[in-house]
Each structure stands twice: as structure tokens, then as C-alpha cells.
């Protein structure tokens, strides 16, 4: 688990949700305290890898979000090619299976290896936030409550060798509970107080999330959506810190 005593700010990844290079220079331009940013799959197939080798050389960390979800073969593949991008997270969907999901921990360690650097943590899509329970059930057919499952699909990356996994807000307790304090928790759909929810479903707020046992929190609307992302950036962090 990501140490307690670091600043707020190392503990927020801001989503670089825009479709060419141009906009994301932009706001790393607008955000230039942000350390840590979040390349989807928008950004990278609107822009190519070139957007990393940039974040690369303005020293910031990187959340390459592309949920690879594939057999385990070209899960493999996916995952050795992302790693010589030297960013330091990595997802991929547990409900590949453990065998796609070791192919890919494997891979990832041997593409950061073949070009001596470090390689990313490879963490687990439990469950989308988008998602909500009765979405589970009668849309996927899931017979299992919705936190039952997400605990499922982190106990199986977690055995698959994963570092650490992807979970809403509301799930990361029972997660860190049962998961122990090594295990990455990332939390999308976190929202303060005094920002709109938009889609996220099963979200809480930054300071209640961390209480919880998040590691890192992905912010993206409340800040890029603001009238002044800076200041709403600042904000989010004091009341973190």
C-alpha cells in the first residue's frame, strides 16, 4: 500500500480524456503540478504512443488505462509492447482469466527486462464504475452482489501474480481488508462533495476514499471540467492533505 505520508498530489491521477496530442499538451500545460496522468484508450489510438514518450520527458508518471482483454497470447503481447513504454501502471480485465492474466504479468516483466527498465505494475479491471449492480445481474447475468464479485476478480489477480487492481470507491474496503496492505487499489469514479457524479455510479469522495484504503484516486471531470481546473486541482488536494 502506497505510503501514508505522501503528498496528496502523487496520490491523484488526472485522466488525459481527449482524442489528439495537441489538447493533451494542453492541459499538461494548464496542470503543470499534476505528477501523474491517465492515457485511455481516446487518447492513445487518437494520438499513438507518441503521447507517452512526452510524458516521459516531462518526468511524469503514467496510468496507460487500455483494459487489454483478449486470449492469452496477444494479452501477452499487449501487455510486452506496453511495458518498453516505461509507464508505471498498467490494466488489463481479470475476467480474462488467470491464465491470460499470468501470460500478461509474465510479458510485462519481460518487455521492461529486454530494455533494462523497470517494469509497470499490471493491475486488474475488477468491475467497470459505470456498471451498477442491477447491471451486473440482469445484464450480464452475474448471479453473484456486485461486491462479491469485484472482491472475486481482485483475489484472482491477486493469485495470478497482478499487483494490484481497479475497484470503485465503495468496494476498496473490503478489498484492502481481504487483499492486505501490498496490494494496489486504484479508485475511478471518486468525486468531491461539490462535484456532479455524471456517470460514475458507486463513487465516493477523495478524503473518504483514501480512509477507505485507495492507494491512488483517478479524478478526471471535477477537475477538467471546472471553470478552473487549477484551482479546483488545489482544492482536491488540500482537502487531501
Known amino acids: 500500500m502506497v505510503a501514508t505520508s505522501m503528498c496528496p498530489v502523487d496520490r491523484i491521477i488526472v485522466p488525459l480524456d481527449v482524442s489528439t496530442e495537441a489538447t ?17 484508450l481516446e487518447l492513445f489510438v487518437g494520438a499513438g504512443p507518441q503521447i507517452l514518450k512526452i510524458l516521459k520527458q516531462r518526468q511524469k508518471r503514467i496510468f496507460l488505462d487500455l483494459k487489454f ?24 480485465h481479470a475476467v480474462a ?24 505494475r ?4 475488477t468491475l467497470l464504475t459505470s456498471l451498477t449492480a442491477r447491471a451486473l445481474a440482469f445484464e450480464l447475468k452475474v448471479p453473484l452482489e456486485l461486491t462479491d464479485y469485484a472482491l472475486q476478480m481482485a483475489l484472482l ?23 492486505g496492505p501490498e496490494f494496489v487499489l486504484v479508485c475511478p469514479g471518486v468525486r468531491p462533495k ?7 455510479q458507486r463513487s465516493l469522495t477523495p478524503a473518504a476514499a ?29 482537502e487531501l492533505g
Open 122 to 125: 499490471v493491475i486488474a479491471i
Open 157 to 179: 489477480a491477486q493469485e495470478s501474480g497482478l499487483a494490484g487492481a481497479v475497484c470503485s470507491p465503495q468496494e476498496v474496503k473490503q478489498l484492502r481488508n481481504s487483499l
Open 24 to 40: 493533451a499538451l494542453e492541459w499538461l500545460d494548464r496542470l503543470p503540478t499534476v505528477t501523474f496522468w491517465k492515457v485511455g
Open 69 to 92: 482483454h483478449d486470449i492469452p497470447n496477444t494479452m501477452a503481447g499487449a501487455c510486452r509492447s506496453a511495458a518498453g513504454y516505461g509507464v508505471d501502471l498498467l490494466t488489463v
Open 210 to 238: 483514501l480512509e477507505a484504503g485507495a492507494d491512488y484516486l483517478v479524478i478526471g471531470r471535477p477537475i477538467t471540467a471546472s471553470p478552473d481546473p487549477v484551482a479546483a486541482f488545489d482544492r482536491i488536494c488540500e
Open 97 to 120: 482469466g488467470e491464465i491470460a492474466l499470468k501470460a500478461a504479468q509474465t510479458a510485462a516483466i519481460e518487455g521492461a527486462a529486454a530494455i533494462g527498465i523497470q517494469p509497470p
Open 194 to 200: 461539490w462535484a456532479e457524479t455524471g456517470d460514475q
